[in-house]
């Protein structure tokens, strides 16, 4: 089978996620934070007879696949293809795997054959919230409801680690304690926070800024979280949130040193947490 193209996928993390008011089409406005970070899934396309995709282990709907589909929709007039993505990035784990997975599929489209960036964008937010982000690995400012974006020059360094853990969470299960739980933030509020976060980029957000309005959802549904959280911060962490939806708990390391640091946090934790990964930010490549 000849192989067209490959491309990486890497995990987005939220540095921040501030919650907002619902709006008319069910989706809460947010404030966030992106990045990107080294772990990652691959794509590997190759020809084939008609289009596939394929991903070992994980069973259900592909964001792959609606991506495809999307992509044909509009006229895209590549060869048929399969798609086998080989997953690093934890499933359901608040990192953003599928979406990732589906925007690496829209970067490669135009290698392939001809398709504009415009329709790339287009199709990537009707994927989903977080799609548009990680067409662009990296970092960004996310508004709306994570899908507008301010891409952004690199952070000021830091290293993370990352605690995956042994089980799934439903984002939208999460969104619907939030609500519950009346975690939804102000609009007026939600606009003071978005400029005072943007007044500090692209240096290192203070941590009291890296909170995540989703992480009391996250715990009440999964209690167990709070252990991950505890070992990042025992671990020398500069801060410890819940990553996006959850339940991946990440701690982040400040500072030049910060990469280093989380190397040694995930070499000590590795005997109470044996899929603790250190993973720095990417360097972006894609403008």
Known sequence: ????????????????????????????????????????????????????VVCEGVDGPNLVADALSALRAVGWAAPPVRVRIRKRIPVAAGMGGGSADAAAMLRLAPRLAPVAQGVIAVIAARLGADVPAQLHPGPSLGTGAGEVLEVLPALAPYGVLVLPQPFALSTADVYREADRLGLARPADELARLRARLAAALPEAIAPELMVNDL??????????????????RDAGADAAIVCGSGPTAIGIFRGPTGADRARDAAARLASAHAVAVAAPPIVRTHV
């Open 1 to 52: 089978m000849t192989v067209l193209a490959t491309e990486r996928a890497p995990a987005k993390i939220n540095l921040c996620l501030f919650l907002g008011p619902t709006r008319a089409d069910g989706r809460h406005e947010l404030v966030t934070l992106f990045d990107s970070i080294e772990l990652a899934d691959e794509l590997e396309v190759a020809a084939a007879a008609a289009d596939e």
């Open 215 to 232: 992480q009391p959802a996250a715990l009440s549904l999964r209690p167990e979280i709070a252990g991950a959280l505890d070992r990042a």
